[in-house]
C-alpha cells in the first residue's frame, strides 16, 4: 500500500491511524499541500479531487479517509475499529461525522484562506476555526460522557478516535482552550501512550517541518 | 421510525431518498430551522448537537447522515445502496464524501451566516458556496465519467445518488451554472422520474414554503 499523505492534514493523519491499528504496513509519499504538490498534473491523476490522503492499493486509488478507514474495517477486520451491535456502529459513525463533517472540512487550509479572502486577519481565522471545533465538541462531550470508557466509544480504540486525535491536535494550532472539554482530552491522553497513535503524529512524519 | 427532518436540509433531503429507496415507512417531524427550533431544549433533548436530520429507531437516536445510511444499509440490505465488491464499495463512499465533506459543510445555512458576517453580500455568499460547489463538481464529474451507467455508479441508484440529487438541487439556488457537469445533470434526470427520488424532494414536503 502507498499512502499519499501530508504531515499536517487531519484527514491523513486519521489514515495513519487506522493503518497503524490494524497494523498494516505501507509505504508513505509525501504531497507539500503548502508548495501545491497537490495540484501538480502528476498528483491529480492518481488523485483528480487534488488533495489528501489517497491510498494505492490492489491496482486501485482509494480517496476520501472516510472512504478509506471503512475499506480496511471491511478488508482488514481484525482488530475492529467498529462495534459490532448496528446501532453501535451508528453511534461511532456518527461521532466521527461530526468532526469529519462538522468541523474539519471548516478549518482546512483551502477555507480558511477563503476566509483571509474575505478580510479576516489570523484572530478572525482563529475565531472561525475556534467556533465550529467548540460547537462540535460541546456535542461529543456529551457522547462521549454517554458511550466512553476510557476511549470516545467503550474501552478500545474506534473509528471516532482516528478523528478526534488530530482533530484535537488542530484545535490547538488555532489556540483553542480545549479545558471546557475533559473527556475528550481524557481520550488524548490514552492516545498520547498507544502506538498506533504516536507513530502517526504528525511530528513524527518524517515530511514535518 | 421518526425522522426529524427540514425540508430544504440536505442532509435530511439524503436521509429521506434513502428511505424511500429501502421501501421504508417513517414518521416526520419538522424542525424549522429558520425559527432556530433545531436549538430549542426540547430538540436538544433528542439530538444533542442541534441538527437535522436525526432518525429514531429502537428506541435509539442516529444523527448524522451518513451514519444513519450505513445504518439502514446494515439493517435493511435490500435493496442494496452499496455494491458488493470492496473496492467499489470504497469509490461510492469516496463520492459521497466527496459531497458531504467538501462541499455541503461549507454551504449550510450555519455557515453561510458566518460568511455574510465577515461582511460578503448576497453576490459574494453566492460565490463562496459556488466556488466550493464546482471544485467539488470537478472532480465527482470525471468519477461519474469512470463508473457512471445511468446513475453516479452503475446502473441503480447508490449512496452517492442520495447525495448528488441534494446537492444539485442547493446549487441551483446558488444560481450555479450546471453546464459544466453534464453527467452529473444526466443522473438528475434520471432522479426525475424514479418515485423515491420524487417523493423525497423539498417541494414535496408539507414544511416546504
Partial sequence: MILHSYWRSGAAYRTRIALNLKGLEYERRDVDLRTRAHKTPEYLAINP????????????????????????EEAYPDPALLPTALLDRARVRAMAALIGSDIHPLNNLRVLGAVRGLGADQAGVDAWAGGWIAAGFDALEQMVARD?????????????????????YSARRFNVDLSPWPRLLAVEQAAETHPAFIAAHPDKQPDAD
Avoid at 155 to 167: E, K
Wanted: with cysteine; hydrophobic share 50%.
Fill in 148 to 168: 466512553g470508557a476510557g476511549w470516545s466509544f467503550g474501552a478500545n480504540p474506534t473509528m471516532v478516535d482516528c478523528y478526534l486525535i488530530p482533530q484535537l
Fill in 49 to 72: 479531487q487534488g488533495m489528501v490522503p489517497a491510498l494505492e492499493v490492489e491496482g486501485a486509488v482509494l480517496t476520501q479517509s472516510v472512504a478509506i478507514l471503512e475499506w480496511l
